[in-house]
Structure formats: C-alpha cells, structure tokens
C-alpha cells in the first residue's frame, strides 16, 4: 500500500511538471474572450492576454460567475496599461463559468472545463487491450505489441525528466538506465501513457 501511494504521489508530481499554460484572449472591440470555451487539464494555468499586444483600452473584468463548489471563485480587473495578463489554476475539476462585468449584455462571456488527470492517467495505464509493453518490469528491453501503428515516445523519471526520447516500433533498450519507475508516453492518433519498472 505504501509503494502505491508513493506511486501515485509521484504521478502527481510528474503531471504539475507538465503542466500547461493556456491562453484566452480578450478581445477589447468586439467584447469576446477567445476562445470563448476550452477544455484543461487539472494542474494547468489559464492565462487571459489583451489580443493585439496590448492592455484593454476599456474597463474589463474576468469574474468567475458558475463554478464547482469547493473551487476558488476570481474577479479580475484589467489595471491599464500596467497590467497585461491575468491567470489562474484550476484545482477542482469541472465546468467553470466566467464573464466581463460591465459587457456580459453584450455576451462577453467564457467557459472552461477541466478534467481530472489523475483519473484519465490511471485508466490509460490499465485500458489500453490493444497495446502490451513488455516485460514489465523490466532488466534491459522492453518489446511493443500493438496493431500496426508506430509511435513516438517519451520516457520520463519520475521526477518529470526525460530520460529517452524517440520512435518506438517493437522494441526498446532500457539497460542503461538507473533501476526505478518510468512513465513511458507513446505519441502516435492519441497519446497513452504506461508506467514501466526496470530493476
């Protein structure tokens, strides 16, 4: 139990590494946030800029108007021109709701939606029937089964660095490596994520 939760401890660390930094911008002369919905993962940053390079020339808020229960609500007024961005870090999933106070009856509105990682992580480690690593753990090599396509990879530490990166078409020389836990993340239609131990 305990080498499972610091595997999952871990995880975690490795997706805040990897965290994303999304960008909606606002649109001062037509009073849009663009884009006006997008979808985030957990631990990721959305980050509001003026689109044009600079500061809104009128008065514009980003004020949270629907958003999960037990998440951390915001209000945001742009202070021109000595402010140039706004973010914030979702840690709730869910569908978060958002508008500009003084032109929402002009439909100045945004929504964004953020997914648990920690769950869609853990079923990519155990869903994938048409994809097979093995052996895992491993010594020295690890062989890729799938049906007929090739990937690109990347095999992280644990710690979030990039130990070895890639194409991935059968097999894979591990021997040179430290003993230990990798996530290895196969880049090809989508990307899928496995955790591999070499001993």
Sequence with gaps: MKKLMTTLMLIVLFLKAHAVVHTVYVWDGYFQFTPSAITIDLGDTIQWLPLGGGAPSMAHTITSSSIPATAASFDYTWQAPADTFFQYVPTVAGIYDY????????????????????????????????LLVYPNPTTSTISLMNKDQNYTFKLYSITGQIALEGNFNSQLDLSFLPNGMFILELIGEQRKRIMVKKQ
Excluded: K, L, R, W
Aim: proline content about 3%; aromatic content about 6%.
């Design 99 to 130: 508008v500009c106070t003084p032109h929402v009856t002009m439909n100045m509105v945004g929504q964004f939606t953020v997914n648990n990682t920690s769950t869609n992580i853990a079923e990519d480690y155990t869903t994938h029937e048409e």
